[in-house]
């Protein structure tokens, strides 16, 4: 409960380990002021829905949400991918409360800075002229691109990325996906995430930007409402139908994993795995 606002997590899931990583960072990051934390499930692999079960169970604050539709799971991974994302529609429904701040969180948001949650609250309840609130993430287009133009990274290495051709780089290339973790997790253990930080960001020019990671509260737009992809009806559609614009928090930071088409080392996971769980702090690293 924040500013007499519940707030609830809203986490479509499936993949274990992201998923044990991510309730660390929240855990690590603001887990007080989270009221309810609502795991989507959204995997028909039977080691995952039973991993999902066992959290429902023994794990405070969560419940899962299950959908009983037509759309069923294929083995195929890119189709399986967009079948998964048509189902997200459905766990929208559930945010119908009054007085809540919801954030929609993907299973790979796998850090997280002290306070987020609560300034992402914030935020978003003392602006709610903005459509929708997302925070300065790591591994997200529009992020990176102000990332780079603050000389996180080289132009002299990687294209601009303020164009569309800088954000399919930015989007689909798996070596600078992995440069940007590498940079990040060094930031985290140097103490040095000070270069990622920027003023609101305005999305003026209403563009697709991620929803993996983001808040709104009760009310900003119509739940019942979401088309077959969440972030082309919240971040395109509702804001040129309402003509509000979307923000970009900067001032706290977040990492994404990666989206679908990356393709990452495994020690990445374990380099996060490590951070949530203090083993850098332990070792006079941070």
């Not at 601009?160 to 070596?175: A, I, M, R």
């Not at 020019?205 to 409402?225: E, H, L, Q, T, V």
């Amino acid at each position: 409960m924040l500013m007499n606002h519940k707030v609830v997590i809203l986490l479509p899931a499936g993949r274990r380990k992201m998923l044990k990583n991510t309730l660390r960072a929240l855990r690590n990051s603001d887990w007080d002021v989270i009221d309810e934390i609502r795991i989507c499930e959204n995997t028909a692999l039977p080691k995952d829905v039973k991993h999902i079960k066992k959290l429902e169970t023994f794990v405070e604050k969560v419940s899962v949400l299950r959908v009983n539709s037509r759309i069923s799971f294929h083995n195929h991974e890119s189709r399986t991918y967009n079948l998964n994302m048509r189902r997200f529609k459905y766990f929208y429904r559930s945010c119908n409360e009054e007085q809540t701040v919801y954030i929609r969180l993907d299973d790979d948001m796998l850090w997280m800075e002290k306070g987020l949650i609560s300034s992402l609250v914030e935020f978003t309840l003392n602006n709610q002229n903005y459509i929708a609130v997302f925070p300065n993430l790591v591994n997200n287009t529009l992020c990176d691109y102000n990332h780079q133009r603050l000389g996180v990274y080289d132009f002299d290495d990687i294209p601009y990325l303020g164009d569309e051709e800088g954000h399919g780089f930015s989007w689909s290339n798996s070596e600078f996906t992995e440069l940007k973790h590498k940079k990040v997790l060094e930031s985290i253990k140097t103490g040095d995430l000070d270069k990622y930080r920027f003023p609101r960001y305005v999305l003026t020019d209403k563009p697709r930007m991620g929803a993996g990671f983001m808040a709104w509260w009760s009310g900003s737009f119509d739940c019942n409402n979401i088309g077959d992809d969440d972030e082309i009806t919240i971040t395109e559609d509702m804001t040129k139908e309402s003509g509000r614009n979307g923000c970009i928090f900067g001032e706290k930071i977040a990492i994404h994993y990666s989206y679908h088409v990356q393709r990452l080392p495994e020690y990445l996971l374990d380099e996060y795995e490590k951070i949530n769980h203090g083993y850098y702090r332990s070792n006079n690293c941070s």
